[in-house]
């Protein structure tokens, strides 16, 4: 009797140990190494625009004037940008690119954010990889970008959705000077001025 107990004990032991290791793997469960939310920076009200400005990243506009601004709803902060606030008869193609990034210490590099799209008008919003910008305006056009693709992008507005896990260890990026950019491509004169939302930048290592 003694002996049935204590393979119950054993297995019952077996079964929780095995449960806990499976929690553990539920996202996100790898080792981060990157993460901006926002949430330092200064936000406008109204009409008055703040710039992001965060200590080693680029926030340019290389057709216009305007740059990704801080904006904040539900006390959470995010960086915005819509052509529908730009002068009359221009485009825009504004950058928000991070510091540089080392990936020579990681493995499995894994990219992951949330976007919220509102009055989708026609503009565009991508993903951008570079291992030869040198933090300069000019450099913008100057260096090497791999467009990236975003599993999940929003079809619907007023939702923030998560890009989905984004594998960027594929590309091979064995460099000490990543950069990662998201581009807001639109035109008030051509009328392509949806309003993306930008929130929880995250890089980890994937298992």
């Known amino acids: 009797m003694k002996n049935i107990f204590k393979l ?94 080392d990936f020579t210490t990681t493995e499995k590099e894994t990219l992951n954010f949330d976007l919220q799209a509102r009055f989708t008008n026609g503009a565009e919003f991508k993903v951008l990889v570079s291992t030869n910008f040198d933090e300069t305006t000019a450099g913008i056009a100057t260096a090497t970008w791999t467009e990236i693709t975003v599993p999940t992008l929003p079809t619907v507005d007023n939702v923030f959705v998560n890009s989905g896990l984004i594998d960027l260890s594929s590309n091979n990026y064995n460099s000490d000077n990543v950069h990662i950019a998201f581009k807001y491509i639109g035109s008030k004169a051509g009328n392509k001025t949806t309003t993306f939302q930008l929130d929880n930048i995250k890089l980890f290592e994937n298992n």
């Open 8 to 101: 119950s004990l054993v297995l019952l032991t077996l079964g929780l140990t095995i449960g806990c290791t499976g929690d553990e793997e539920i996202p996100p469960y790898k080792q981060q190494f990157f993460a901006q939310s926002f949430e330092d920076q200064t936000a406008g009200s109204g009409s008055t625009e703040i710039p992001i400005n965060i200590e080693g990243w680029t926030n340019f506009n290389s057709l216009g004037t305007r740059k990704w601004i801080c904006k904040t709803f539900n006390d959470s902060k995010f960086a915005e940008f819509s052509s529908f606030y730009s002068a009359a008869g221009t485009s825009d193609e504004s950058w928000l690119i991070t510091s540089k990034i």
